[in-house]
C-alpha cells in the first residue's frame, strides 16, 4: 500500500493580503495645499505685519500691505526698553503666567479626576455648577473681587493677580472630558485590589494618561496668562507692570508713535513662539491622542 503524495499548499494571497498601494486619490491634492497654505499665510500676516511696521516709522503703517520690513527695528526696540519697565514687566510676566500654569494644571487634573471617576454624592450637580460658572462674564466680578484685594492689602502684587486664577472652570471640565474615556474603571479597579490608595492611584494610573491632555492645557493656560491685560491693569501699580500692561504705557500722551508700539508687541509675542516651537511637537502628540482615543 503506498503512502498518499503530499500535496504542498501554498497560501493563495488574496486582495486583501496583497499590499495596498496608495493611490493618487489618498494624497492631499492641489486644493488641501492651497488651502493650507492659504490658511498659514492669513494666520502669520499680522505678526510679519506688526514686525514690518515696527522696523520701519510710523508712516510706514499707512502704506497698503507693507511687505517689505525697513531698518529701524533694533532702534525702536531700544526705544521701548527706554521707555518702559520693560526687563521688570517681562520677569513679573513669566512669574505670573508659570504659576497660573502650574496651579491651574495641577488643580484641574486633581478636580477632573475626581469629577472623572469617584463617585460621591453630588458629583453631577457641582460639576453642572462648574461648567454654569463659564458662562458668567469675567467683568461682573472685577469690582468686588478689587474690594477684596484692596481690603487684603494686595493691590500693586503679583499675588493679587495670581489667586484668583489658580483654577479655572475652563480647565476642571477639559480634563474631566478627557479622563472620563481614557482610563477604564477596570484599571482603577485593579489598582486598588493590588493595595494601592487613592493618592498613588492618581499617580500611578491617571497621571500617565492626563499627560497629553495637560500640555495642551499648560500652553492654552500660559498663552491666557501672558496675554491678560484687563485686570493686571486695575489692580497692579504702573512701577510694577505685566509685560501687556506696560506696553500700554507707550499709547500715552498725544502723539503716539505705532513703530514702536508694534515693535514692543512683537517683542512680547516672542515668548510665546519659543514656548510652541518648543512645546509643538508634544501639543500636536496629545491632539492626535486625544482625537483617536476610544
Known amino acids: 500500500m503506498t503512502a498518499p503524495a503530499q500535496t504542498r499548499i501554498f497560501p493563495v494571497r488574496g486582495p486583501a493580503a496583497l499590499p495596498r498601494r496608495r493611490g493618487r486619490g489618498d494624497r492631499p491634492g492641489f486644493l488641501a495645499y492651497g488651502l493650507l497654505s492659504a490658511v498659514l499665510l492669513g494666520s502669520a500676516y499680522p505678526l510679519?505685519?506688526?514686525?514690518?511696521?515696527?522696523?520701519?516709522?510710523n508712516a510706514t503703517r499707512g502704506e497698503t500691505l507693507p511687505l517689505l520690513p525697513g531698518g529701524n527695528f533694533l532702534a525702536n526696540a531700544a526705544t521701548v526698553l527706554g521707555a518702559i519697565p520693560f526687563w521688570t514687566a517681562l520677569a513679573n510676566s513669566v512669574i505670573v503666567s508659570s504659576v497660573i500654569t502650574l496651579s491651574v494644571v495641577i488643580f484641574s487634573t486633581l478636580a477632573g479626576y475626581a469629577f472623572a471617576k469617584l463617585r460621591f454624592r453630588g458629583r453631577d450637580g457641582l460639576m453642572v455648577?462648574?461648567?454654569a460658572t463659564m458662562a458668567i462674564p469675567t467683568q461682573l466680578g472685577i469690582i468686588p473681587l478689587f474690594i477684596m484685594m484692596r481690603q487684603l492689602g494686595w493691590t500693586g502684587q503679583l499675588g493679587a493677580v495670581i489667586i484668583p486664577t489658580l483654577v479655572t472652570a475652563f480647565g476642571v471640565f477639559f480634563m474631566r472630558q478627557y479622563l472620563v474615556d481614557v482610563i477604564?474603571?477596570?484599571l482603577i479597579e485593579a489598582a486598588r485590589v493590588d493595595g494601592a490608595n487613592q493618592i498613588r492611584t492618581f499617580f500611578h494610573v491617571a497621571l500617565p494618561a492626563a499627560r497629553p491632555a495637560m500640555a495642551i492645557l499648560a500652553l492654552f493656560t500660559f498663552m491666557m496668562a501672558w496675554t491678560d491685560f484687563l485686570?493686571?491693569?486695575?489692580v497692579l501699580n504702573p512701577t510694577n507692570?505685566?509685560?501687556?500692561t506696560a506696553l500700554a504705557q507707550l499709547q500715552s500722551g498725544y502723539y503716539v508713535d505705532y513703530s514702536v508700539v508694534l515693535t514692543g508687541a512683537v517683542l512680547s509675542v516672542v515668548p510665546l513662539l519659543i514656548l510652541f516651537v518648543a512645546a509643538g511637537r508634544q501639543l500636536v502628540a496629545g491632539i492626535m491622542q486625544g482625537a483617536v482615543k476610544g
Open 129 to 131: 455648577f462648574v461648567v
Open 48 to 57: 510679519w505685519w506688526s514686525f514690518v511696521v515696527g522696523s520701519g516709522t
Open 241 to 244: 507692570p505685566t509685560l501687556q
Open 184 to 186: 477604564p474603571d477596570e
Open 231 to 234: 485686570w493686571p491693569l486695575i
